[in-house]
């Protein structure tokens, strides 16, 4: 028996050596991987766009471009999405950039998250497993696949995992703080979900600091300025609108969708050919939401047995592999099987880990990355469980991953060696 983990431990000891040895070279791979391959695909996926969203992101763009102001058909006003992504696809198309370009821009902000992954790995003192992650990074492929499209899940993840770095410096100065509050206001500027990001990280930032009481009050300094970056968009839209719309007029749907006595887990899309849906739809854009939210709330009021169980299908639903999509050519049965073999390792560390923490306690940077992660599956629930907007949860996943590498190698390696480890990195 000794004899067997002294083996085991050999082994685990040479490929945390050979991993370590050629981290460098594993990471700058994956990034010549994901510039290459990335500038390939986006070419080779053409100057078509499959889904509904990514042709009204790019209408927006368009529109913004050519100098019609942040509108759909070029005429009435929108304030169907956060403005950031648009801004960027217009951005890029004023310089004279097309479909395939736009998504190369991706694979650059998709190199972006893994150099970020990185940075944390480092603040953790996990560097060593930087080529652990950067391989599962990869091997995750339907992060490269994401990036081809002209969502901003990709945008949204980069900046969630700075957010995340940016929140893991403790004893942060004033300047740190106030990048804190601005990255604040850029997620929920690229995509409204990330609106119960900003109050887990600024949670944990207080529970971790050995002065409570002062870094009480460097958050709420970053909220204000999250909330003055936030208001140059809510002013624009009271103006346009003369209501207040903080985010988006979109999400009422979404929130109906997964709520009413019809939600079925297996076709998301049958909604369309619900009554209500197409009264409400046919409303200005500024009344839908409220119309929905007032059905959303008379069914969870009416059937409250109902709604909690439909949350708790929808909570387990969240770590699916694979979603029943609007284009479902898209996600064939050989996506499936990839997805499958890629995500369910992941997830599987996770719960290890977890499972491990009574004799191995997570560390600081551990907790705040579960305690995202963990909250977006409750917060999603609420809606629509969707793998995109997952995608940038998996990231820190993979950052996780990382730190609970590091952790176990040194524990089976011993302090000593340990020690070297880090000296080196």
């Given amino acids: 028996m000794f004899k067997m983990k002294k083996r085991q431990r050999n082994i685990l000891g040479t490929t945390a050596?050979?991993?370590?040895?050629?981290?460098?070279?594993?990471?700058?791979?994956?990034?010549?991987?994901?510039?290459?391959?990335?500038?390939?695909?986006?070419?080779?996926?053409g100057y078509n766009l499959h889904f509904p969203d990514e042709r009204q992101y790019f209408?927006?763009?368009?529109?913004?471009?050519?100098?019609?102001?942040?509108?759909?058909?070029?005429?009435?006003?929108?304030?169907l999405f956060p403005p950031l992504y648009p801004l960027l696809i217009a951005a890029l198309l004023k310089l004279?950039?097309?479909?395939?370009?736009?998504?190369?821009?991706?694979?650059?902000?998709?190199?972006?998250?893994?150099?970020t992954?990185?940075?944390?790995?480092?603040?953790?003192?996990?560097?060593?497993?930087?080529?652990?992650?950067?391989?599962?990074?990869?091997?995750y492929g339907v992060l490269f696949y994401t990036a081809g499209t002209l969502y901003p899940q990709t945008l949204f993840t980069l900046v969630l995992l700075l957010l995340v770095r940016c929140a893991l410096e403790k004893?942060?100065?004033?300047?740190?703080?106030?990048?804190?509050?601005?990255?604040?206001?850029?997620?929920?500027?690229?995509?409204?979900?990330?609106?119960?990001?900003?109050?887990?990280?600024?949670?944990?930032m207080i529970l971790v600091s050995p002065d409570r009481k002062k870094t009480f009050m460097k958050v709420a300094a970053s909220a204000l300025v999250a909330v003055a970056c936030l208001s140059i968009w809510t002013t624009r839209n009271y103006l346009v609108f003369h209501r207040f719309i903080p985010l988006t007029t979109h999400g009422g749907d979404t929130l109906y969708i997964g709520n009413n006595p019809h939600t079925s887990l297996d076709a998301w899309y049958d909604y369309v050919n619900d009554a209500f849906y197409?009264?409400?739809?046919?409303?200005?854009?500024?009344?839908?939401?409220?119309?929905?939210?007032?059905?959303?709330?008379?069914?969870?009021?009416?059937?409250?047995?109902?709604?909690?169980i439909l949350y708790l299908r929808k909570l387990l639903e969240y770590f699916n592999y694979y979603n029943n999509l609007f284009v479902g050519r898209e996600f064939d049965s050989l996506k499936k099987v990839i997805m499958f073999i890629t995500?369910?390792?992941?997830?599987?560390?996770?719960?290890?880990?977890?499972?491990?923490?009574?004799?191995?306690?997570?560390?600081?940077?551990?907790?705040?990355?579960?305690?995202?992660?963990?909250?977006?599956?409750f917060f999603h629930a609420l809606f629509i469980p969707r793998i995109r907007f997952r995608l940038p949860y998996d990231a820190l996943l993979i950052a996780h991953i990382g730190i609970m590498y590091h952790i176990f190698t040194c524990r089976m390696r011993g302090p000593g060696e340990a020690s070297a480890i880090s000296a080196g990195t």
């Fill in 117 to 139: 992954i990185r940075s944390i790995l480092r603040h953790e003192g996990a560097e060593d497993a930087r080529g652990i992650s950067a391989f599962l990074f990869i091997a």
């Fill in 343 to 377: 995500y369910y390792p992941l997830l599987l560390c996770l719960v290890i880990r977890l499972l491990m923490a009574g004799r191995v306690p997570l560390t600081d940077g551990e907790k705040l990355l579960v305690a995202v992660y963990i909250a977006s599956a």
């Fill in 278 to 308: 197409q009264e409400a739809s046919q409303l200005p854009e500024t009344e839908q939401n409220r119309y929905y939210l007032k059905k959303t709330i008379r069914f969870w009021t009416t059937h409250p047995a109902d709604a909690a």
């Fill in 17 to 45: 050596t050979l991993a370590e040895k050629y981290g460098n070279a594993i990471f700058s791979a994956a990034i010549l991987f994901l510039l290459g391959a990335g500038f390939v695909y986006a070419f080779a996926r």
């Fill in 96 to 115: 004279g950039a097309s479909i395939p370009v736009v998504r190369c821009v991706n694979y650059l902000i998709l190199c972006g998250s893994l150099l």
């Fill in 59 to 79: 209408a927006i763009a368009g529109n913004l471009a050519s100098g019609k102001g942040f509108s759909l058909d070029g005429t009435s006003p929108t304030a």
């Fill in 171 to 204: 004893n942060a100065g004033t300047p740190a703080m106030l990048l804190f509050g601005i990255l604040c206001a850029v997620l929920m500027l690229v995509h409204s979900t990330g609106v119960f990001i900003p109050p887990v990280a600024g949670l944990w």
